[in-house]
């Protein structure tokens, strides 16, 4: 070893060692992807690179999550993705499932108006009318440069070639390999029957490649109508499912406008029904607008926070639904006014101690997928999609290779009865042919004096949009960076069932008394959600990127 090495080499240690530990996020001067697979978020930055713009990038991070992340990453699911370009124009692209036209109100209870065990979750029935597909073509027709063709080819590369099996995904199949093994073609691909998946082996899925190649080809086409609609249509003959054909080519994403909010200066950009998420995180941002928060772990802005959570998920419960088909008082509930008349009824009143059955299972997944681009021009995207349940309903349609979502699920399967989520749902969100059931999806932007600030959403069924919510008060109140605002410890009060739940490590032995002093009851769980998040430095445009450490997630900046 020569001198300089000698002298050196301790400090390569040293920084490499830092670098390891090191808690700062992704810094890009150009573009970023945050997104909660490493391949999918390198394909992204890659279009970026080869010019492309953040929808071109965002919808290729879609169809590479479908090969890579079969969790929740999908072609056979829905969500929403939330645009704004650099010239300011913004727009939503709904592309939610649909009720297949022979779905009904009562088709998940039975004849003693009892609920069936797993029908809205497992299996074909569960499915709705896949969006994802129409939705990423429109995006990119629209609103990208590049074409579909070029974006969907690193999918169609990792599809084909096959991708190295990272440890997570290895346990996650593992983890739902009950459920995946019921249905023949998920038992063959998922599961290579029955010897499952190992760390550093090569995963291929040619019938998944082919099924892109001829969306590549055909555009939505190649989805809704020939072989892969018939395959569809085929799959659900086998297992019993609704979805027919003509659903198929029925089925339209569809432009919306954002919903807008004001908080404390900043600009909020989210999504409007079907998903609950933005009206209820406008409703909550609105309650909380001039209370002083203090810090973000103490009793009194936690205990202000769960009041506004509840009092926003109440009004979910009752209001929210699809409101291309039912009446959803939208203005109302983002109004500053309504907000003004909650904030003084939590003023004058004690926590609400009354405790409703819980559903202990409703809060163990995260199988629900968000991402966030931003590029070189200003344009941004903000993109949250499912699957629903992890791998959805566990059906893989038959010589097309991809799973099919339990979307269904999240309409009210009897009104006023849990879901998955234990959340408790009304009227408006009943389930009724074309209709699309009720998202907690918040794909979300900030601006700051007209100029982004931060991209950002979550999975986590009814969590989510509290996930967001302390995300969006960590970074812009409590002034945490990005990466610190998506680690830091989060809780979440959905009003029904009456649980106050915390992540088990960060909250202070204090605050935790005080909590349950005041009448929650208070619970722990490991890990609520996985927020995928870009801040903008307003002076510099630096991008800051931030994957939550709570999965496996991997922002790239260029
Ligand atoms: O749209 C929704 O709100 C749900 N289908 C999301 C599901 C989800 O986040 C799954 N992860 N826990």
Known sequence: MNLRTKLFLPLVVLALALSAFSFTPVAGRRGMVASSEALASEAGVQILRDGGNAVDAAVAVGFALAVTHPVAGNIGGGGFMLIRLASGEAVV??????????????????????????????????????????????????????????????????????????????????????????????????????????????????????????????????????????????????????????????????????????????????????????????????????????????????????????????????YLGDADFTPVPVARLTSQAYAAKLREEILHSKPDAAIAAGNPQAFESSQTTHYSVVDDEGNAVANTYTLNNGYGCGVTVEGAGFLLNDEMDDFAAKPGTPNLFGLVQGEANAIAPNKRPLSSMTPTLVLQDGKLRLVLGSPGGGTIINTVLQVLLDNLVFKMDILQAVSFPRFHHQWMPERLILEPVGFSADTIQKLREAGYQVDFYGSIGDCEAIEIDPQSGWKFGAADPRADGKAVGY
Do not use: C, W
């Open 93 to 318: 692209v709904d592309y939610r499932e649909a009720a297949p036209a022979a779905a009904s109100r009562n088709m998940y209870v039975n004849s003693n108006g009892e609920l069936i065990p797993h029908a809205s979750t497992v299996g074909a029935l569960s499915a709705g009318v896949p969006g994802t597909v129409a939705g990423l073509a429109l995006a990119e027709e629209k609103y990208g440069k590049l074409g579909l063709a070029r974006v969907i080819a690193p999918a169609i590369h990792l599809a084909r070639d096959g991708f190295v099996v990272s440890y997570s995904l290895s346990e996650s199949l593992r983890h739902e390999s009950d459920r995946l093994s019921k249905f023949d073609a998920s038992r063959r691909i998922f599961l290579r029957g029955g010897r499952l998946y190992e760390p550093g082996e090569t995963f291929k899925q040619p019938e998944l490649a082919e099924t892109l190649e001829a969306v590549a080809h055909q555009g939505a086409k190649g989805f809704y109508s020939g072989p892969v609609a018939q395959a569809i249509a085929a799959t659900m003959q086998k297992y019993r499912g609704l979805i027919a054909e003509q659903d198929l080519a029925r089925y339209h994403p569809i432009l919306r406008q954002p919903l807008v909010g004001r908080f404390r200066g900043y600009e909020i950009l989210s999504v409007p029904p079907p998903s609950s998420g933005g009206v209820a995180l406008i409703e909550m941002l609105n309650i909380l607008e001039p209370v002083d928060l203090g810090s973000p772990d103490s009793f009194d802005s936690m205990h202000f926070m769960v009041e506004a959570m509840r009092h926003a998920y109440a009004d979910r419960a009752a």
